[in-house]
Structure formats: C-alpha cells, structure tokens
C-alpha cells in the first residue's frame, strides 16, 4: 500500500509565501514522476508543477517566477515553494506521484489535498 501525506497548507497574506511538502511511503519500488495539481472551488483540477526523478521541472503559465518544484529522492519526497502569493492561487493543492510498487506495479497515486487560501 502507497500513501502521500500532504503538509503545509495554511492561510497567508497576499504577497506571502508557503511552502508545501509530500512525502511518499510504502512498497514504492521507484518514483517516476512527481507533481502537484490545485482545485479551486467551481473549477477543474489543474496542474501547478511537476519534476521528473531527474530534476527536470515544468510549470503552469500562472506560477512560473513566484513558485518552485523540487524534490528529494532519497526521502520519496517533493516541495513546493510558494511565493507572492495571490488570492487567485486559493485551492486545495493535491500532490500526485507515478510510480512503481512491488505488488501493484506502476500508476498514479494522490494525497489527500491540503487547502491553501490567500486572502488579507
């Protein structure tokens, strides 16, 4: 069994910044890629960042220059530096993960959420 725990969301003010953690656990073989994706109420889930187990990064249009993906393989964990915050950035940030287990072979996995509001 696989699990990804969130950590770190919370409220901030307005230009501030967070930092968002998930850690994988469990029979995890290797981990492929590693991302997070945001949901704001009445509106589809959409990517925020991803890196690959190499360190190669990808963005949303809407955060590159104020967020940073990074990722630590020997603790199966990935970051998210949030900085200048908007209230626009207000969603439930979901980490996701694909990777490989030694029962159930390779897919998707996903963390609970943690909620991140951006308001003054």
């Known amino acids: 069994q696989v699990q990804l725990v969130e950590s770190g969301g919370g409220l901030v003010q307005p230009g501030g910044s967070l930092r968002l953690s998930c850690a994988a656990s469990?029979?995890?073989?290797?981990?492929?890629?590693m991302g997070w994706y945001r949901q704001a109420p009445g509106k589809q889930r959409e990517l925020v960042a991803a890196?690959?187990?190499?360190?190669?990064?990808n963005y949303a249009d809407s955060v590159k220059g104020r967020f940073t993906i990074s990722r630590d393989n020997a603790k199966n964990t990935v970051y998210l530096q949030m900085n200048s915050l908007k209230p626009e950035d207000t969603a439930v940030y979901y980490c996701?993960?694909?990777?490989?287990?030694?029962?159930?072979?390779?897919?998707?996995?996903w963390g609970q959420g943690t909620q991140v509001t951006v308001s003054s």
């Open positions: 996701n993960a694909d990777l490989l287990t030694y029962y159930s072979g390779r897919k998707d996995y």
């Open positions: 469990g029979s995890i073989f290797s981990i492929y890629d």
């Open positions: 890196v690959t187990r190499g360190g190669s990064t």
